[in-house]
């Protein structure tokens, strides 16, 4: 359920681009600043792995993702994979034993702590948020807390992203509320099945009919798992 604090940090970050266009730049910079990290980074992510960079907030950020993305290894991959936070405080010491191939790169970009955090709606992996500092150090669990916090916003926000892509105007604050019940992924994997789409996207169509009918999402789930509303490419994959 999102937080009064996940609000807050979407009405900051809708603040600073009102058409929408730089909301993950938007969201990583003000991650940045309001954490004690060096920068910040927001990557896509599928069962296959790393699928590209959505944002960074420097260099050092842009080289992790980087890193990620060819050679299928590291904390944003872990995380993703796992759906718990990778917490890596002193990567010289412990990134050689994780993520050989990693390990270096990351020593040679001069990142030293990495904190890797899932964007995932259930069992659905949307992205990674990848913070990393130049200096070895833990996050306070307060720290942790809004780290968190910030994943929640930017798992919103990509789903939002989404939406849009997929030619769906549904508002920000219509998707901030990140249900966690089995009937819904159920109904996401049936209309994933029915609509030939990926999970995203089959959970952003049914976020945006059960928006537009004014229907809580639980409800309509019930209704796609028992057969009464039903999902098709050539009506609703639009």
């Known amino acids: 359920m999102a937080t009064a604090r996940v609000r807050e940090i979407l009405s900051a970050v809708w603040a600073t681009s009102p058409d929408g266009s730089g909301l993950p730049a938007a969201l990583a910079e003000l991650c940045a600043r309001v954490l004690p990290v060096s920068g910040a980074g927001l ?49 010289e010491r412990t990134a050689p034993g994780r993520w050989p191939a990693f390990a270096g790169g990351a020593s040679a970009a001069g990142l030293r702590a990495v904190f890797a955090l899932p964007l995932r709606v259930g069992a659905i992996q949307v992205g990674a948020l990848d913070l990393h500092r130049d200096v070895a150090g833990v996050l306070s669990p307060a720290e942790l ?62 976020r945006a009919r059960a928006y537009a009918e004014q229907r809580p999402i639980g409800d309509l789930a019930r209704d796609v798992l028992g057969g009464v509303v039903g999902f098709r490419p050539d009506r609703d994959h639009t």
């Open 43 to 91: 990557s896509l992510m599928t069962e296959a792995g790393p699928a590209g960079t959505v944002t960074a907030t420097d260099e050092r950020a842009l080289e992790l993702e980087e890193l990620q993305f060819a050679l299928g290894e590291g904390p944003c991959v872990d995380a993703s994979r796992s759906g718990r936070p990778v917490l890596q405080p002193d990567l």
């Open 145 to 206: 807390t809004e780290a968190l916090a910030f994943a929640d916003a930017a798992t919103a926000l990509m789903l939002h992203l989404q939406a849009r892509a997929a030619g769906t105007d549904l508002p920000l604050d219509s998707l901030v509320v990140l249900d966690d019940r089995a009937e819904v992924h159920q109904a996401t994997g049936v209309i994933s099945v029915h609509a030939g789409v990926g999970l995203v996207e089959a959970l952003v169509l049914l």
